[in-house]
């Protein structure tokens, strides 16, 4: 049955036509109309009094102005797969705050009637025919928007992908082929189309709607879960390789929704499991920027106001802290905050009643078990004992070696930096639940995701509060309680200062950003704010790092560019000989050709899955069988070897996990092991490039190149009955490098 309905979906469609739906107001009832071309002189300016409307009240929506971040007025946005489902839903989000959207479809029919309902919301979205899985039918939709949108593209969103669920070992090579070519390949070949588009536009982003599956295993989906784990991979990749173009790329992967994918796919029981379970939405590491060309009102429901709720922030009178207690206070919440010093409490508290926030303050150290009782105390009292959202902002740092720090040091970070917050959360509990939808946000770091150079208890108190906000995520899920954890990479703040005024710091940490700049922040702010909208309502227990690209960034294409201008061209030329023996094609993303994509996922990814299969019969009658994948660090963080070599390993390493799972009743257990470079002769030409060796050495911790047996002796110890218990893992064999996010020694 499931193959029937994959059959009937890969059906070619009609002669390709296009549709616009546009109209002139909100209530207009105009027919879409028939184009068999686009003129950009075909869709008039609206006024702001007929463009985009979405019901809009007075206290209860964000009413713009025109240097809002809070709006998508005057953007352009390609939506995939738009007609149905997430797609749908996207597609009136995007439109309803404010942007033109183009999106797509097999169906002709299906189309036309989707056009004529967005018409009579007054939505401007215009629609191609389109079957994305097919390489021609891309290219000929990417003209045609670049023609609808004058040759400037603000969004892509990559929404289309199918699913064929069975056995891996059931899967034939035309079921592979389809899903390699409409979830993965169609994305990849999207995003080199439209790359030209997104950067003349000079603020552009990229969201590929991925999957939870790309994460972790889940029955039957081995293909699909590849896909998805090649997807988040080319997000990291691109993020690095396109962030000098001001490009951001992101990743949404949901758990289990409700559209007709799912209800088609899936049986009853499972069904109603899936209702009845509180799982994860994970997000890629979120370059955060946010465009302020707007005029728009917004309402949706009430979903993006904070209109009638109420928040404690801690720590709210500088830094991002400051910036959240606006933030949340200009989305129309009632905010208590506070801070140590009460002068610059009562200063803070005339600038908000100056600009007409609803602001409360309280002098409290949160470091203070009893400091902590009383100010929830004064919250309580001040909410009637309710309250929506807790941001445990509250932080502080002390930065020495390891060997220094005293009991007094580690004392005093435990309890400003963890215990604060895990205190304040206890106490909050019963005033969020009694609110009937609590919001909970830990002011995490990125040094507790990978490395910094802010001390290692300081990295240990982000990192157990990334932890907990998994932890209550679940624990709290049936109180109806959210929480997450954001994470900053280097932001200009009162605490980074005496950093940044250092301007060789300063330099080497705008070196180490994708974005090439130091974050602002209300660049934090927003991803604050938006977690505690009602839109955020399924994103809880995630980690999500809003840090220019700074924690996916390995060793960018643009890192190394500047470290030997002349390397890529060498390298280039070095591995057109290489690639004969399958290994890696170095090139631009945007200079890769179908028969490259085709090549190497053939060679790097479909062979190990076909001799996975083939080996399976021998594997289980072994009673005890091991499968270990060599990967690379390339298919967790971006490194300069090519966007479609990453995705193939990032793909390697979701198969592991997959496998680990389906094939763990028939003893067989499934790891990937990811290397950094290897002194082999294949990294030999890159190694003899003096520049190039700097650059690597300097970002691995232990400063040099690992040998082949310190790769065979992990695959050999992999193998053994000792490690009997290890299975569906990735690990790294790498030096540090792909924990190493940013330190700086000054010399003396």
Request: net charge neutral; charged share 15%; hydrophobic share 40%.
């Amino acid at each position: 049955m499931v193959l029937d309905m994959a059959s009937h979906m890969y059906t070619s469609p009609p002669q390709r036509l296009h549709f616009l739906a546009s109209s002139s107001s909100p209530s207009s009832s105009l027919k879409p109309h028939l184009y068999l071309s686009f003129k950009r002189k075909t869709l008039q300016p609206q006024s702001s009094t007929s463009s985009v409307l979405v019901r809009c009240a007075s206290r209860s929506s964000i009413v713009t102005t025109p240097n809002n971040r809070w709006s998508l007025h005057g953007m352009s946005a390609l939506v995939t797969g738009g007609t149905r489902g997430i797609g749908r839903a996207i597609v009136e989000e995007l439109a309803g705050l404010g942007a033109e959207i183009h999106t797509c479809a097999r169906n002709e029919a299906e189309l036309e009637k989707c056009l004529r309902d967005l018409n009579r919301s007054g939505f401007r979205v215009t629609g191609s025919v389109c079957d994305v899985s097919d390489r021609t039918q891309r290219e000929n939709m990417m003209k045609t928007v670049s023609s609808v949108f004058d040759g400037k593209l603000h969004i892509l969103v990559n929404n289309v992908g199918t699913n064929i669920r069975k056995p891996m070992v059931e899967f034939t090579a035309g079921e592979f082929s389809t899903l390699i070519s409409t979830n993965l390949e169609s994305v990849f070949h999207l995003c080199q189309l439209a790359y030209p588009l997104l950067r003349a536009s000079e603020a552009a982003s990229v969201v590929s709607i991925s999957s939870v599956s790309g994460f972790v295993s889940l029955k039957n989906m081995s293909v699909q879960s590849a896909t998805k784990g090649a997807i988040n991979q080319l997000t990291r990749s691109l993020a690095c390789e396109w962030a000098k173009d001001k490009i951001r790329i992101n990743a949404v992967a949901p758990w289990y929704i409700k559209t007709s994918m799912v209800e088609q796919g899936t049986e009853q029981k499972e069904r109603s499991n899936f209702v009845s379970c509180c799982h994860l939405l994970t997000s890629s590491c979120l370059t955060i920027s946010v465009s302020r060309d707007a005029v728009t009102y917004i309402t949706m429901d009430n979903r993006w106001s904070l209109q009638g709720m109420t928040a404690l922030v801690t720590g709210g009178t500088k830094g991002i802290g400051e910036a959240v207690v606006e933030e949340l206070a200009m989305l129309g919440a009632r905010v208590h905050t506070c801070a140590r010093d009460e002068t610059q409490l009562q200063e803070r508290l005339l600038e908000w009643q100056e600009k007409g926030f609803q602001v409360t303050t309280s002098v409290c150290d949160v470091s203070s078990r009893d400091q902590r009782e009383k100010l929830m105390e004064t919250v309580s009292s001040l909410f009637q004992g309710n309250l929506n959202i807790l941001v445990n902002n509250a932080g502080t740092c002390i930065t020495k070696p390891t060997t220094e720090y005293t009991a007094e040091d580690f004392s005093f970070l435990m309890a400003t930096n963890l215990e604060s917050a895990f205190h304040l959360s206890q106490l909050a509990h019963p005033l969020l639940k009694a609110s009937g939808s609590g919001s909970i946000v830990f002011m995490s770091s990125a040094a507790g995701v990978v490395h910094l150079s802010g001390g290692s208890i300081y990295g240990a108190t982000k990192g157990a509060m990334n932890q907990l906000a998994r932890d209550l995520a679940c624990e709290w899920a049936s109180d109806t309680i959210r929480a997450n954890s954001v994470c900053p990479w280097i932001i200009t703040t009162p605490l980074t200062n005496n950093y940044l005024n250092d301007e060789v710091f300063k330099k080497e940490a705008e070196r180490r950003t994708s974005v090439g700049r130091i974050g602002e922040a209300n660049e934090v702010s927003s991803l604050v704010a938006f977690l505690c909208l009602p839109a955020a309502s399924y994103i809880t227990g995630q980690t999500i790092c809003v840090d220019g690209g700074g924690t996916v960034n390995g060793l960018s294409w643009l890192y190394m560019y500047n470290l030997a201008k002349d390397l890529v061209t060498r390298i280039l030329k070095m591995m057109k000989s290489v690639n004969n023996a399958g290994a890696i094609l170095t090139k631009p993303t945007t200079e890769y050709v179908a028969d490259d994509f085709s090549f190497l996922i053939s060679t790097n990814l479909e062979s190990a899955y076909h001799l996975s299969q083939l080996s399976h019969p021998f594997l289980k009658a072994s009673g005890s069988g091991n499968i270990v994948f060599i990967s690379s660090m390339a298919g967790l963080v971006s490194i300069d070897c090519g966007s479609i070599y990453g995705l193939t390993k990032g793909a390697l390493n979701q198969l592991a996990r997959n496998l680990a799972c389906e094939w763990a009743r028939d003893g067989i257990r499934s790891n990937a092991v990811a290397p950094n470079f290897i002194g082999t002769a294949l990294a030999q030409a890159y190694l003899d490039d003096v520049g190039y060796k700097e650059g690597l050495f300097s970002r691995t911790p232990l400063g040099r190149v690992g040998e082949p047996r310190e790769v065979a002796s992990l695959v050999a110890f992999l193998c053994l009955p000792a490690a009997s218990y290890i299975t569906g893992q990735t690990i790294c064999v790498d030096g540090g490098l792909t924990v190493h996010g940013f330190s700086y020694q000054p010399k003396a």
